[in-house]
């Protein structure tokens, strides 16, 4: 049976997609009101486009874009990066953290319900800054949830309202976790509400490298989102390259996947940032093969894992 990926541009079998990121930020325009610490802008069409067509030259096919409505997303620019470029993209519905919203958004106040219908919508009919164009509107692959550790309150109304989601629809849930902070908490709370940890995707968890938990939650069935390969602060050295052939070693592949999280223009070259979007292709894979992984397993964590994650289950 062929699984399909929702990208921005529309359905995308699994098998096609070759080389993604799978923590990606291609459009950030914050709304006003969001505090000048929280604030990214990476919106400069020309630059990010630019880009972009390098790392389709370079083989990419896929970016999974992370940025939630109402926190600076535009699915229409996702949309036009993509039909200009050729690389796929697909957009989350969902929540990011508090700190990336202005104050009065209607998500931190929203209930159980309205915010399940919300993510629903998005996922099914179109997200909501698509809804008014001509053009058949864009839906989200994925439902993101921030959580910083703790649940309780708001954050644990938006958990439950993406259980919600996921049930109905079919779509997966990917976390920005705060440093993997807490990550195994997730586990239960979904199993309670339904889901099971084959349809979770926790993100940033590298930077927690502790290597047992990482066992456990990949034998759980989580897929594990790694992405500080092009981060020095979080001092990839004694992270990530020290997980990776940790989890190889425990045939644990399957349960990695491999993104970049430049969200930050001073990562993109085409604002005179370093290292830019095509260093997965000129960097991470090239040290993957050189700690010794072959072609099949590097195809699973810079492809496969992250394309089989998005696709729908079926209802
Ligand atoms: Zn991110």
């Known amino acids: 049976m062929t699984m399909f990926i929702q990208t921005v541009t529309g359905a995308l079998p699994v098998e096609s997609v070759r080389i993604a990121d799978a923590h990606a930020h291609v459009w950030i325009d914050p709304p006003s009101g969001v505090t000048p610490e929280a604030r990214i802008d990476l919106h400069d069409y020309k630059r990010i486009y630019q880009e972009v067509v390098q790392f389709a030259n370079a083989g ?22 993509s039909n200009d470029t050729g690389v796929r993209i697909t957009a989350v519905t969902g929540v990011h953290i508090r700190k990336y919203y202005p104050v009065a958004s209607w998500q931190w106040r929203a209930n159980v319900d309205e915010a399940a219908q919300y993510f629903i919508d998005e996922l099914m009919y179109g997200t909501r800054e698509s809804l008014d164009i001509s053009a058949e509107p864009i839906r989200a ?25 996921a049930h109905q629809t079919g779509a997966a849930i990917l976390f920005h976790t705060e440093q993997g902070r807490n990550a195994e908490a997730l586990i239960p709370f979904y199993e309670r509400h339904g889901i099971a940890p084959n349809r979770l995707y926790m993100c940033h968890v590298d930077k927690r490298p502790d290597i047992g938990l990482h066992r456990e939650l990949a034998q759980a069935g989580v897929l594990l989102g790694y992405d500080t390969f092009g981060r020095p602060k979080y001092d990839p050295e004694n992270g990530v390259w020290k997980l990776i052939p940790a989890l190889a070693e425990a045939g644990l592949t399957h349960a990695i996947a491999v993104g970049q999280d430049f969200a930050f223009p001073s990562m993109w070259r ?42 729908l289950t079926p209802r």
């Open 270 to 311: 085409s604002y005179d940032g370093e290292p830019g979007l095509t260093f997965l292709q000129s960097s991470i894979v090239p040290r993957l093969r050189a700690i010794g992984l072959n072609d099949d397993v590097i195809q699973q964590m810079t492809a496969r894992n992250i394309a089989e994650r998005l696709a």
């Open 141 to 165: 692959a994925v439902i993101k949830i921030g959580y910083e550790g703790v649940i309780e309150g708001q954050t644990q109304m938006l958990m439950e309202a993406a259980a919600v989601a």
């Open 60 to 81: 990419g096919t896929l970016l999974v874009d992370c940025q939630p409505g109402g926190a600076g997303r535009d699915t229409r620019m996702l949309r036009r990066l």
